[in-house]
């Protein structure tokens, strides 16, 4: 399936201790120490003034790491925007890779350790392509697109997170872009994740 | 589906004109890309479709300890002077006189989250900002917006900036008309007009329906229109008291009257004329002085009227002119739902609070404007189509962007006040406090502009944070303050016409920068910005909460009954102001006080580009922050002088303060310069200004050029304009001494 513009991926705070403006000082130190590999780390953004929403922005020319609140559910947003690869696979398999690269340098970040754990049994998956992958309710090609969509990521997590994980489209609003709930009950940690993702160490 | 894109998909809704010129900008992109334009014409070029640089697009990052190169890819492809392709940037959306339909919220949302960080902001002339946009994604997003009717040309660049509009005009109580459908004809009527295309600088235009109200800021703009109305042979005739030269900006210029009465048939003809004689005889060189400001002040406003009204004789006669007066009869804002009232209804100590603050009685019986106060003028992609629904369910289309980075819902019919508020409420969107001390205005600052020297935005939310916890029991006498903060003198905060304004600059301590704001008091936000504040004293960016806490409870304890913030400022007047402030100029050495060192939400130590190394840390200071003090004190007393109506003294005095800091200046590498007016000048000229070495990034030689001017034309009679003029011109070229000593490096130190 085609490339979607942008593609993001959602893990949600197991436990979180620390107030979001303790991410400023950690994301410059990323950024100073060019910790992400293959991203290039532009800037903080401090959006802790808006209520249940992205409080403080890791912004990178590639990808966007975002302390998101919104909806009242916080957790580590990964945005991939730029070289996603040739298709929704490669776009699936780089953004999850560097998602979970994300969430194994934030919990082992020498500032954040200890005081914050996120899980790995389940994401959000968004396709931010309305053009391409239209949230529309209505029958036709935007509806056999979603649901491609999702048999197409159903088979790629399950093969990664588990035969028991489960993709299902989020019945939101059709002007919000096309989202996926992923459940996986026996999910690996982190490290295996990325291992067989080949991205591990 | 992967050949068709939004320009196939939208060919149907896109208004003809606008797709062809988003076509026309796309294959600019292309020929740039390939090296076949020129990067300055790309540059005005992009700019006029509203597409903006943004902080680090020159490739190059202060990460608190030394500059970095941004390795993007392709370094050597640009899309303007020292500004990389691949950067990220600001697109700015035109919204003429802030006015949304629910459709047109939807789909900024949707543009937000797919080519933007998913944030709106709102700025303070009703426009709407994205930032981290890719250039490659501008074409779509701007097909998209063009669908609902909506443009990004002439947003930015040398042209008609967007047209705004008293966000209350057609519901306001003490307007004389509704200005609302002529700024949208003027709006129509100078989009891409050929007599706006060869303007030097940016021109921008606002209405306002009444004199007393802020709502317009007709003062303080390029051109500005109050609405009137005047008895022509028997009959009441509609028409605008038109202002022109206004502009905050560096030197704060208050507009001059053009026309005491120009009527709604001469209206148009009148700004083509205005914008012929601008185009002509402004200036093109030196962008700062390109403003019509400054062509008002300089040909004076007699002769700028005179040789207005003799374009207006030659102009070859346009139907447009006339033409949207046949459409003035059915404009109409339609009610989603019929007038009610409130009374009756159970409110909560909640609701009340937001009530007092969000809510504004229209003039029509049973219907209230709401004010949606956004914190820093922030909404996210997910509220703004939530905001969209709520809008469709109470107002319909009767929605605006307003000049304090608010939205406004207008016509809600009054029962239906609680259920809103509860609304709003579940979307993060229901704070109350809007238009009072907790509301407070910021420019994007260090943020994202590439023009930001400190926080504005970090010290805003401080603030808000800090105020919004005591609001409950803050003092009658301060609720309604305005704050407003600008990150560097450009204004963009309109930091000059709040009651408490800052804008950032930075000073020296030991070897390190710290951050600072420069503290504006007693400017006037009503009476469509009626007047400036002027600087009192810099003080550490660390402090400002410390210091808007001593300043307002000295207002409470000393205001007489009834006194406004701006005439108790002027009643204890300046000198006792910056005795207010002057226990927070002493700067504490970084190893005392690290933490005022780095910027609010920003733990990197402050710099404006490399952090100055080298000299002696410890009780020492340099021999230039020494000559350096007496200048800024002078400049003071040149306001005290124009308090007292002395304008000659307040002009010699500013005079004598740029006199002092370029001595100082001098000193650093000449320390037998001597105290000649004329040598001080010459060596400052030689060693400083044809170096180049006095030069701002961005503002060039404008600062070293006021003295240069003023030593060289004296002003034989002063007047209170001309004095108030020079000494903000002081003030800006002691700036520029700061700026330039901190970049050289002095290196003459005297141990105290």
């Not at chain 2, 950067?87 to 919220?105: D, F, H, T, Y």
């Not at chain 2, 819902?409 to 979307?427: F, N, T």
């Not at chain 2, 939400?601 to 922050?625: K, M, T, W």
């Not at chain 2, 109506?645 to 000193?667: E, G, I, T």
């Amino acid at each position: 399936m085609i490339t979607p513009h942008r593609l993001s991926v959602k893990f949600y705070f197991e436990e979180l201790s620390v107030d979001a403006e303790a991410f400023i000082p950690v994301f410059h130190r990323w950024i100073r120490e060019n910790v992400v590999p293959n991203e290039l780390l532009l800037d903080v953004a401090d959006y802790k003034h808006i209520l249940d929403g992205p409080a403080i922005l890791l912004v990178g020319h590639e990808a966007d790491y975002v302390i998101d609140f919104t909806d009242g559910k916080p957790g580590l947003l990964y945005v991939r925007k730029q070289d996603l690869g040739a298709d929704l696979s490669n776009a699936l398999d780089t953004t999850l890779s560097q998602a979970l690269n994300g969430v194994k340098l934030t919990e082992s970040d020498v500032e954040l350790q200890g005081k914050l754990k996120l899980r790995t049994d389940g994401a959000t998956i968004v396709l931010l392509d309305r053009l391409n992958y239209p949230n529309a309710a209505s029958n036709g090609d935007s509806v056999d697109t979603a649901a491609s969509a999702e048999a197409h990521l159903s088979d790629s997590l399950a093969a990664l997170f588990g035969s028991d994980a489960t993709v299902a489209r989020v019945d939101n609003d059709a002007r919000e872009p096309l989202t996926f709930e992923l459940r996986a009950p026996s999910a690996p940690d982190v490290d295996t994740l990325l291992s067989q993702l080949g991205t591990g160490n | 589906m992967s050949n068709i894109g939004w320009k196939d998909v939208l060919t149907d809704d896109m208004p003809v004109d606008l797709a062809h010129e988003i076509d026309i900008f796309e294959g600019q992109m292309e020929l740039m890309g390939q090296g076949k334009l020129d990067e300055k014409v790309f540059a005005e070029t992009r700019l006029r479709r509203g597409v903006y640089g943004q902080r680090y697009d020159n490739g190059q990052r202060h990460d608190g300890f030394e500059s970095r190169e941004l390795e993007f890819e392709e370094l050597d492809r640009i899309k303007g002077p020292d500004t990389l392709w691949h950067a990220p940037g600001m697109q700015r959306i035109k919204v003429p006189g802030g006015g949304l339909s629910p459709e047109q919220l939807d789909v900024l949302a949707q543009v937000a989250d797919e080519y933007s960080d998913g944030i709106l902001h709102i700025t303070t002339r009703q426009d709407i900002q994205l930032h981290f946009v890719h250039i490659e994604d501008t074409p779509d997003m701007m097909r998209r917006l063009a669908a609902v009717g909506i443009t990004t040309r002439e947003a930015c660049g040398n042209s008609v900036r967007n047209v705004t509009c008293c966000h209350l005009s057609g519901v306001c109580r003490t307007e004389v008309f509704d200005a609302t459908p002529y700024s949208e004809a003027f709006a129509q009527f100078l989009l891409g007009h050929d007599d706006v295309q060869d303007f030097g600088r940016k021109f921008k235009p606002a209405f306002s329906g009444c004199e007393s109200e802020a709502c317009g800021l007709v003062m303080m703009h390029d051109i500005g229109y109050l609405a009137q109305v005047k008895e022509v042979d028997g009959k009441l005739k509609r028409g605008f008291k038109v202002f022109v030269g206004g502009g905050l900006g560096t030197v704060p210029h208050q507009a001059k009257v053009l026309s005491e009465f120009t009527s709604e048939e001469e209206m148009l003809p009148l700004v083509q004329a205005v914008a012929r004689v601008f185009a002509r005889l402004g200036e093109k060189r030196n962008r700062n002085r390109a403003r019509i400001k400054f062509l008002v002040a300089k040909l004076g406003i007699d002769e700028f009227r005179r040789l207005v009204e003799e374009e207006r004789k030659t102009l070859p006669h346009d139907d447009r002119w006339t033409a949207y007066l046949d459409t003035l009869p059915q404009y109409e804002e339609k009610p989603a739902k019929p007038p009610t009232f409130l009374n009756g209804q159970v409110r909560s100590t909640e609701f009340n609070q937001w009530f007092e603050t969000n809510v504004y009685s229209q003039r029509q019986e049973g219907y209230s404007v709401v004010t949606v106060n956004l914190p820093l003028g922030d909404l996210t992609s997910k509220q703004t189509w939530e905001l969209a629904d709520v809008a469709r369910k109470y107002v319909g289309d009767n929605v605006r962007a307003t000049v304090e980075q608010n939205i406004v819902l207008r016509w809600v019919s009054d029962s239906d006040l609680p259920s809103l508020y509860e609304d709003l409420k579940a979307i993060g969107l229901g704070d109350p406090g809007a238009g009072t001390i907790v509301d407070i205005t910021a420019c994007p600052g260090t943020d994202t502009c590439k023009l930001g020297i400190a926080s504005s935005r970090g010290l805003a939310g401080e603030l808000r944070t800090r105020l919004t916890a005591k609001s409950a029991s803050l003092p009658d006498a301060i609720k309604d303050l305005k704050i407003k903060i600008s990150g560097c003198f450009n204004s963009c905060g309109q930091h000059h016409v709040s009651d408490i304004g800052f804008f950032g600059n930075s000073r020296r301590s030991g070897n390190f920068k710290m951050p600072h704001f420069q503290v504006v008091l007693g400017g006037r936000w009503r009476d469509n910005a009626g007047s400036y504040g002027l600087a009192v004293g810099a003080v550490p960016s660390k402090t400002v909460p410390e210091v808007v806490d001593i300043i307002t409870n000295r207002y409470i304890d000393e205001r007489a009954k009834g006194e406004t913030f701006q005439d108790w400022i002027g009643r204890i007047g300046k000198k006792e102001a910056r005795g207010m402030i002057q226990p927070f100029m002493q700067l504490p050495a970084f190893e005392q006080e690290p933490d005022y060192f780095s910027d609010w939400g920003d733990p990197r130590v402050f710099s404006l580009g490399d952090i100055g190394i080298g000299e002696c840390a410890g009780e020492v200071v340099s021999l230039f922050s020494m000559e350096i003090s007496p200048a800024e004190s002078e400049a003071f007393e040149a306001q005290i002088a124009l308090d007292e109506n002395d304008p000659a003294r307040a002009d010699a005095l500013a005079y004598s303060s740029m006199l002092k800091a370029a001595r100082a200046l001098v000193r650093t590498q000449f320390l037998d310069v001597g105290d000649s007016p004329d040598r001080i000048v010459e060596e400052f000229k030689t060693r400083f200004f044809d170096t180049e070495l006095f030069f701002d990034q961005y503002a060039k030689g404008k600062f070293g050029q006021y003295l240069l001017d003023r030593h060289q034309n004296p002003n034989p009679n002063p007047d209170n304009d001309s004095a108030h003029r020079l000494i903000e011109e002081a003030l800006l070229f002691i700036e520029a001494t700061h700026a330039c000593e901190s970049k050289v490096g002095g290196n003459v130190l005297v141990e105290i």
